[in-house]
């Protein structure tokens, strides 16, 4: 069974820009969640989807947007990026969004640079 | 907010020798997770927890459920260069999310 994968695996954009991120989770898996992390404030939530719909946001401005396709797939978005913005963006699903023995599989990240 | 207090920070140990590590939270938590992350790749899920008191191993790993529910603990016997690596405790907020909230980590290096 492949496992959870993201695309583009690097990423260089400069401040201002806007940027994509892509996830698809492990099949039939529904729920994906996406982190944030960085050196200096380690792996930080920043939404949750499940059935198309958020059902969890994490403490970030409104520049950080998502959404899920109805195959589970889910794009994250960072309009007007700044220099803190760079950090390795993580994608984790699982089978569905509450219960016991559910956990998130995470994928390789997408590794970002503003410059 | 909420934190996860991981400790130690850091680990150099010989080849051969058995690690502990813990974790430790002011609040309850109903599953406790322990993930290892290598160089260029995501976490990977190693063990998963859900009862207080419950201890469960995978191979030389194994860890525990404090019986608090406020903490937990992995411990690595007989360690392995392979074994280096960020090792993250982790707990869900809010009952079974999908919110995940992760202690800051600790670094493992193994010398031969």
């Known amino acids: 069974k492949a496992g959870v994968t993201q695309t583009p695996r690097y990423l260089i954009k400069t401040r201002g820009q806007q940027v994509t991120l892509s996830c698809s989770p492990i099949?039939?898996?529904?729920?994906v969640s996406w982190y944030q992390q960085t050196p200096g404030q380690g792996l930080q939530f920043l939404f949750e989807y499940f059935s198309e719909t958020q059902r969890n946001k994490g403490n970030f401005p409104g520049r950080f947007s998502g959404r899920q396709f109805s195959n589970s797939r889910s794009e994250m978005n960072v309009s007007t990026l700044e220099l803190g913005d760079s950090a390795l963006y993580l994608c984790a699903s699982r089978r569905t969004s509450q219960g016991i023995g559910n956990e998130q599989f995470f994928g390789p990240g997408t590794r970002l640079t503003v410059l | 907010g909420q934190q996860l207090n991981q400790s130690p920070q850091s680990m150099f140990i010989q080849e051969g020798e058995d690690v502990s590590m813990n974790c430790t939270s002011s609040?309850?938590?109903?599953?406790w997770l322990w993930y290892k992350q290598e160089p260029g790749e995501g976490p990977v899920l190693l063990i998963a927890l859900y009862k207080a008191g419950e201890l469960t191993s995978n191979g030389r790993l194994t860890a525990q459920f404090g019986i608090t529910r406020k903490d937990s603990f992995l411990n690595i016997s007989a360690s392995i260069p392979s074994d280096v690596g960020i090792y993250f405790c982790a707990g869900p907020l809010g009952g079974n999310t999908g919110k995940l909230i992760f202690g800051q980590g600790t670094t493992l290096q193994v010398k031969p």
């Open positions: 609040s309850i938590f109903n599953t």
């Open positions: 099949s039939g898996h529904r729920s």
